[in-house]
Nanobody, 122 residues
């Protein structure tokens, strides 16, 4: 199985920046994609950004031009640089990983981090 450990959330004023980090560990054979989802109170979890093993990216329309997803393949780590933050960005941000791992046998599965809260004031 795969474990995801997130960090970097916090409180920031509107217009400020944060960088989220997520490191994957465990019995990983290969990672197909990693990304970030957000969930605000009372709302569904929604895609923010994803990056594939080949380096292609996909962003939610609401964050294009403000957020940048990147990776360090050697460390199985994904980052989300969040600039020009808005109060609407306030949410718990969850790291996502689609990976092939040893779970008795070799299987591809989705994995989720514990979530790191981001609060944007004013």
């Amino acid at each position: 199985q795969v474990q995801l450990v997130e960090s970097g959330g916090g409180l920031v004023q509107s217009g400020g920046s944060l960088r989220l980090s997520c490191a994957a560990s465990g019995s990983i054979f290969s990672i197909n994609a990693m990304g970030w989802y957000q969930q605000a109170p009372g709302k569904q979890r929604e895609l923010v950004a994803v990056i594939t093993s080949g380096g292609s990216t996909n962003y939610a329309e609401s964050v294009k031009g403000r957020f940048t997803i990147s990776r360090d393949n050697a460390k199985n780590t994904v980052y989300l640089q969040m600039n020009s933050l808005k109060p609407d960005d306030t949410a718990v941000y969850y790291c996502y990983c689609n990976a092939k791992a040893w779970i008795g046998t070799l299987l591809t599965h989705d994995y989720w981090g514990q979530g790191t809260p981001v609060t944007v004031s004013s």
